[in-house]
């Protein structure tokens, strides 16, 4: 059954999703229809196509009445919009249909858990959030007249009932299903607990699946839990970081922890910590099996904290998913590399090998604002490396941004502060990489309004946003010193 808000939801965003020109979006990075999108929900693969929903505002560029928008893709980069999902019309959900994951279940339905916000107290009260359930087709959902199915009731003793969400659901090899939530302590904590079900309409409470102990922000967002190369992996989105040398940076930020999975206590066993992404635009990841097997992410690539500030006003739309990654565990770290379908998207190869860069430098053919770039840099004298080499794009006299790399600090860092931005939010970041005497491996996916950079193989990630106009299409390189560079470009989709 589909309400008249979802019904009023869908007439509005296919009417003002035709007037976005797609010229004025990314060319493979997915934005709303319409409107306002935050993190990806219900990452899934169901009746033979890849789905994405998304936190959604249809009306306005600015969070408000969380949705869930709907795409969905064979490749998992050319996506086709599907209507809304969700609309906040329930009493329990009136505030918004938050964060969630999807399933399929045994009957061939697929099954969308996601926290449903309500207000009590009038607009300045205090926010309820509960476990809900929507069963559907992979078109239209329904709500399930008996939700929500984990509400404060569930609660173990000294946990929020105004922080209580992101539901990831996965099934065990035994057919029971489970889901890990986000809640929080009264000293702000974050706290993940675990509940399982035997049909995925009734939960009931299992364990604390994993505690922040202060180490990582305070509440943790958007859990996932997955088993990766033998690993059992946690990935956690916590609000309030404190930055920890170059690991972790302040605000939002990533984290993902390697451990194992102690089925007696039902607790997840840390031994390992990273930051996901080092870059400035990057939260709230899902992940999801591909049918072949791979452990693929995509992340929301924007920060909280810049919403406001990013000059987006002038776009009939807000928020961008990250390239679809491939995620492997190597020596015990995370790696990620761009997922396997985009080299079917290249076109024009231009390849250039030992280029010395002694001073500033062009080449012919590498230029564009939708293109891929593999390089690897060198010095050209190992025992005396270069001071500094930059690498320049999205530019033209009046704007670029940049990458730059210093092999004496084996520091990495993007700039996008002459990116055309009039605002002073966060425009660099820098990323502490392996010391490989002064080498670097880079592999740049630049799409019309972001950069993603795999760093050595994919060790590291670093993703930032750029608001350029996209006829800066300049790409150039300088070194302070010498390096020898070896370069790789490929358009991608046909663009540039
Ligand atoms: C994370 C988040 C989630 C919440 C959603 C609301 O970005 O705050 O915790 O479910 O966004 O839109």
């Known amino acids: 059954m589909v309400n008249q808000s979802l019904i009023f939801a869908r007439a509005y965003e296919q009417e003002a999703g035709s007037r976005v020109s797609p010229s004025a979006r990314p060319v493979f990075h997915l934005t709303p229809w319409t409107g306002w999108m935050n993190d990806p929900n219900g990452f899934s693969y169901y009746r033979g196509q890849y789905h994405l929903f998304y936190q959604y505002n249809p009306y306005s560029t600015e969070w408000d009445a969380m949705h869930w928008g709907h795409a969905v893709s064979k490749d998992l980069l050319h996506w086709t919009y599907l209507p809304a999902a969700l609309a906040p019309d329930e009493a329990y959900d009136s505030f918004g249909c938050f964060s969630g994951s999807a399933i399929e279940l045994s009957d061939g339905r697929q099954l969308l858990l996601y926290t449903g916000v ?30 929500p199915v984990l509400s404060d009731a569930a609660l173990p003793e000294g946990l929020s009932p105004y922080d209580f969400r992101d539901p990831h659901i996965w099934r065990t090899e035994e057919g029971l299903f489970r889901c890990v939530v986000g809640t929080r ?75 194992a999975f102690d089925r007696d206590s039902k607790r997840f ?21 591909t049918p072949d097997g791979r452990r693929v992410m995509i992340g929301w690539m924007q920060n909280w904290d810049t919403c406001k500030v990013t000059g987006y006003e002038e776009r009939p739309w807000f928020g ?28 024009r190869r231009v390849e250039y090998n030992n280029v ?49 790399f210093r092999p004496y600090e084996s520091l990495l860092k993007i700039d996008r502060k002459f990116s055309g931005s009039r605002r002073a939010f966060i425009h660099q970041r820098r990323c502490q990489v392996a010391d490989r005497n002064g080498e670097i491996d880079l592999h740049i996916i630049l799409d019309r309004f972001s950069i993603e950079v795999f760093i050595n193989d994919g060790e590291q990630v670093m993703t930032a946003t750029i608001l350029t106009n996209t006829s800066a299409r300049g790409i150039s390189f300088e070194c302070d010193g010498r390096a020898v560079m070896d370069i790789v470009k490929h358009s991608l989709f046909s663009e540039d």
């Open 118 to 147: 309500r207000k009590e107290g009038g607009d300045k009260g205090k926010e309820y959030q509960t476990q809900c359930v929507a069963v559907g087709d992979g078109l239209n959902y329904t709500k399930y007249p008996l939700n």
């Open 185 to 259: 302590r009264a000293n702000k904590l974050g706290t993940l607990l675990m509940f399982s079900s035997p049909d995925g309409f009734h939960w009931q409470y299992e364990s604390v699946l994993a505690e922040n102990d202060g180490r990582f922000g305070q509440m943790w967002e958007c859990p996932d839990f997955f088993v990766l190369d033998g690993k059992q992996v946690l990935f956690v989105s916590p609000q309030d970081m404190l930055p920890e040398g170059f690991e972790y940076h302040n605000g939002n930020g990533t984290v993902c922890q390697i451990g």
């Open 320 to 347: 961008q998913m990250s390239l679809p990654r491939e995620l492997s565990i190597r020596n015990g770290r995370l790696y990620q590399q761009p997922i396997r379908e985009l080299k079917q998207c290249r076109s």
């Open 269 to 289: 066993v840390m031994e390992h910590h990273q930051a996901i992404d080092y870059g400035i635009d990057f939260y709230a990841p899902q992940t999801i099996l």
């Open 356 to 404: 010395p860069v002694d001073g500033p430098l062009k080449l012919e053919g590498i230029e564009g604002r939708c293109v891929e770039i593999q390089m690897h840099i060198r010095p050209e004298d190992a025992s005396n490396p270069f001071i500094k080499f930059t690498m320049r794009f999205a530019e033209d006299e009046q704007y670029h941004s940049m990458l730059s």
